[in-house]
């Protein structure tokens, strides 16, 4: 692991943190000498995650909020700031990717209003909420990254909520950076493909991995630590001049005319 004590003595907070991006993220700062706050709505997840930073040596702390619920959202940010004083880095990975809702994000002359509203609330309105509550405890300036995802470059057949949302914060990422450049705090975003985590291998059949992989230039796809390596990266010193930015790491599934993965089918054939 490169870069170690990038973080060191600084107090980073991570949204989504209990599994996947979130929890690699978490663990990768503190890692490299962050007090980590690890936020999740999962009580149990974020408490597992945390755990298992302690367990390395590192130190993190486990909050439990709804990232759309404001009045949680502060109590989180203010628990943290209690224990370690302020906030320097945030990464806002949290978003909604459960059956019940993502799962229902499909044709939009079906779709349940409802699905859409709860995708905003926590996709989008989340991260503002994390950026509004975290900003004010930055006194020395810090850096911000928001989880968004290749969904909010391209269209798609369905996860129109979940992709709508995720264009909405590459907006609000510039906003952000724009509004607090002169503060020193910068903002940017990333944007994956697929990541194999455990939830989306679960999730995915073999003929859908083998379409993902068709799609990519590169013969992996990402995990967990790669976009870790980005997320950190940006969020450390290295990346000083970096801001209002949508970083893709996605193996190249987004460099190429759609050609290519035809032919790569047809000679499959």
């Known amino acids: 692991m490169s870069g170690l004590g990038r973080f060191s003595g600084r107090v980073a907070l991570v949204t989504g943190a209990g599994s996947g991006i979130g929890a690699a993220c978490a663990a990768r700062l503190a890692a490299e000498g962050a007090f980590v706050g690890v936020l999740d709505?999962?009580?149990?997840?974020a408490k597992t995650t945390a755990a298992a930073i302690r367990a390395r040596g590192d130190t993190a702390t486990a909050l439990t909020c709804d990232v759309s619920d404001e009045k949680q959202v502060e109590q989180a940010v203010a628990e943290l700031?209690?224990?370690?004083?302020?906030?320097?880095?945030?990464h806002s990975n949290a978003a909604v990717l459960d059956a019940d809702?993502?799962?229902?994000?499909?044709?939009?002359?079906?779709?349940?209003?409802?699905?859409?509203?709860?995708?905003?609330?926590?996709?989008?309105?989340?991260?503002?909420?994390?950026?509004?509550h975290t900003v004010p405890a930055m006194p020395d300036g810090g850096a911000i990254v928001l989880t968004s995802s290749v969904s909010a470059l391209v269209g798609d057949t369905m996860h129109a909520a979940y992709g709508s949302s995720k264009s909405a914060l590459i907006g609000f990422t510039r906003y952000v950076a724009t509004m607090?450049?002169?503060?020193?705090?910068?903002?940017?975003?990333?944007?994956?493909?697929?990541?194999?985590t455990a939830a989306a291998q679960r999730a995915l059949t073999p003929a859908q991995l083998a379409d993902k992989a068709a799609e990519r230039l590169l013969p992996w796809a990402c995990t967990v630590d790669d976009v870790a390596n980005l997320v950190s990266f940006l969020l450390s010193d290295e990346a000083r001049c970096i801001t209002g930015q949508t970083v893709t790491i996605d193996s190249g599934t987004l460099a190429h005319r759609p050609q290519h993965a035809v032919h790569q089918w047809r000679d499959a054939q």
Do not use: H, I, Q
């Open 41 to 45: 709505l999962r009580a149990a997840a």
């Open 81 to 90: 700031v209690a224990s370690f004083g302020r906030v320097d880095v945030l």
């Open 101 to 132: 809702v993502y799962g229902r994000d499909r044709d939009l002359a079906g779709l349940d209003t409802a699905v859409w509203d709860r995708t905003m609330e926590v996709n989008l309105r989340g991260a503002m909420l994390m950026v509004k």
């Open 180 to 196: 607090y450049g002169s503060r020193g705090v910068r903002c940017n975003a990333v944007a994956p493909a697929l990541v194999l």
